[in-house]
């Protein structure tokens, strides 16, 4: 079955709601070679991945930047 991840709300300004990525990766994309930030990364593999913080930590405690272009 499939496990209810909670929004992330740990920044204030960014919320991340992970029913609603469809696993594009175009986020993760732009955090990383746009940004060159690495505060999003996909985790698990398979049906299991989905998106979120390098490290599962909470957004607020990642490398961050809060731009808005995830």
């Not at 496990?3 to 990525?21: L, N, V």
């Not at 060159?36 to 979120?52: D, E, F, K, P, W």
């Amino acid at each position: 079955s499939e496990k209810e991840m909670p929004i992330d709300t740990s920044t204030g300004c960014i919320q991340i709601d992970p029913r609603k990525f469809v696993q594009c990766g175009r986020c993760v994309q732009v955090c990383q070679n746009v940004q060159n930030v690495y505060a999003l990364s996909s985790l698990q593999r398979g049906i299991n991945t989905h998106m979120a913080p390098a490290g599962g930590l909470p957004l607020n405690d990642s490398p961050c930047i809060k731009c808005g272009q995830c």
